[in-house]
T-cell receptor, first 111, second 111 residues
Framework: NAGVTQTPKFQVLKTGQSMTLQCAQDMNHEYMSWYRQDPGMGLRLIHYSVGAGITDQGEVPNGYNVSRSTTEDFPLRLLSAAPSQTSVYFC??????????FGPGTRLTVL | GDSVTQMEGPVTLSEEAFLTINCTYTATGYPSLFWYVQYPGEGLQLLLKATKADDKGSNKGFEATYRKETTSFHLEKGSVQVSDSAVYFCALQNSGYALNFGKGTSLLVTP
């Protein structure tokens, strides 16, 4: 089992560029989610999904888009990157509301 | 709303010292409580959890007891090792899917 994998590990964007952060899990978990981690603020939920075709917003959804076409994948899209989106992004998955398993993270810098 | 407060870091200890990291929470109802650990350059890993009052979570020598009367979930370890150097996050999960994290406490253990 690879668990939760994320690509890329690092990314630098210019303001206004778009990109997709990839997340995949091989544990057949129904629930997947995206968090961002900012210094001194812990992790905050961006979006989550309770199954293929079903997504919902978390605490800080603005500027991000998600879709879930398969159980395994849950990509996060930045449509027009802003410096305020500089952060470390973590994907997580779980079986229902049970323990959430986190990926290694993507460090994003927006110039 | 729900919130988690944990002690500010960084915490620096000598090897074999006793560790306490304080965590208190504010929440309605009966949340589940977690400690996650983040080693340098890695994602978060679940360290331990407790789902109801007076439960004790334990793992790798770490312990925390869910105290509803004091709304606390303090993390303790009797003898820390250099390999315990990491950032520790207290979190709660209440009426929804999202984990509500504290800001994290950095621990450095010196030989």
């Amino acid at each position: 089992n690879a668990g939760v994998t994320q690509t890329p590990k690092f990314q630098v964007l210019k303001t206004g560029q778009s990109m997709t952060l990839q997340c995949a899990q091989d544990m057949n978990h129904e629930y997947m989610s995206w968090y961002r981690q900012d210094p001194g603020m812990g992790l905050r939920l961006i979006h989550y999904s309770v199954g293929a075709g079903i997504t919902d917003q978390g605490e800080v959804p603005n500027g991000y888009n998600v879709s879930r076409s398969t159980t395994e994948d849950f990509p996060l899209r930045l449509l027009s990157a802003a410096p305020s989106q500089t952060s470390v992004y973590f994907c997580a998955s779980s079986y229902g509301w049970d323990t959430q398993y986190f990926g290694p993270g993507t460090r994003l810098t927006v110039l | 709303g729900d919130s988690v407060t944990q002690m500010e870091g960084p915490v620096t200890l000598s090897e074999e010292a006793f560790l306490t990291i304080n965590c208190t929470y504010t929440a309605t109802g009966y949340p589940s409580l977690f400690w996650y650990v983040q080693y340098p350059g890695e994602g978060l890993q679940l360290l331990l959890k407790a789902t109801k009052a007076d439960d004790k979570g334990s793992n790798k020598g770490f312990e925390a007891t869910y105290r509803k009367e004091t709304t606390s979930f303090h993390l303790e370890k009797g003898s820390v090792q250099v390999s315990d150097s990491a950032v520790y996050f207290c979190a709660l999960q209440n009426s929804g899917y999202a984990l509500n994290f504290g800001k994290g406490t950095s621990l450095l253990v010196t030989p």
